[in-house]
T-cell receptor
């Protein structure tokens, strides 16, 4: 079956680095996404991994290990505006592109 | 501006009164999907559509219907709403095979069923 696990909440300090982990079990893996969701708003796309390794995009990086069913999102030089929920999502299926989401990690950035 | 538009944004209704939440996208995306978001449970997929006249159930389809008669529109229908359908609903679209094929979300529709 499908299962995506990520921590419920994390707290970090402005200017620091934080790593949000995600483990998953799925059939027919077809890519892993990270989305950011501010309170009361829609999720927005952050990053995508389909091959093993690190993808870097500015202050945000995402890592994938398909053999371990593991990903992490790394946020550097944290800013107050990074306080949000971070959603790990797995796309599966070779025909239908069904995307399953984890419950999300609420990140609190403190001064 | 590329966007996914949902209506209504907020709705309070009563048990059993049929309602439709509309979703429209202007990006010519083949794929569209409906999710509900509940505290502690995250986004759960209700229905999705790979293209016109092609729809399939997600993880929580009970009590919902969808249709995809046109590429841009994907309405969500609650024939007889019940209180357990009180939730925040998101419509999303994407173009699988174009770049990451990431989902673009509408602003959400907060539904309360009394």
């Amino acid at each position: 079956g499908q299962n995506i696990d990520q921590p419920t909440e994390m707290t970090a300090t402005e200017g620091a680095i934080v790593q949000i982990n995600c483990t998953y079990q799925t059939s027919g893996f077809n890519g892993l996404f990270w989305y950011q969701q501010h309170a009361g708003e829609a999720p927005t796309f952050l990053s995508y991994n389909v091959l093993d390794g690190l993808e870097e995009k500015g202050r945000f990086s995402s890592f994938l290990s398909r053999s371990k069913g593991y990903s992490y999102l790394l946020l550097k030089e944290l800013q107050m505006k990074d306080s949000a929920s971070y959603l790990c999502a797995v796309r599966e299926g070779t025909g239908g592109f069904k995307t399953i989401f984890g419950a999300g990690t609420r990140l609190f950035v403190k001064a | 501006e590329a966007q996914v538009t949902q209506n209504p944004r907020y709705l309070i209704t009563v048990t059993g009164k049929k309602l439709t939440v509309t979703c429209s996208q202007n990006m010519n995306h083949e794929y569209m999907s409906w999710y509900r978001q509940d505290p502690g449970l995250g986004l759960r997929q209700i229905y999705y559509s790979m293209n016109v006249e092609v729809t399939d159930k997600g993880d929580v389809p009970e009590g919902y219907k969808v249709s995809r008669k046109e590429k841009r529109n994907f309405p969500l229908i609650l024939e007889s709403p019940s209180p357990n359908q009180t939730s925040l609903y998101f419509c999303a679209s994407s173009r699988p095979g174009q770049g990451a094929g990431e989902l673009f979300f509408g602003e959400g529709s907060r539904l309360t069923v009394l």
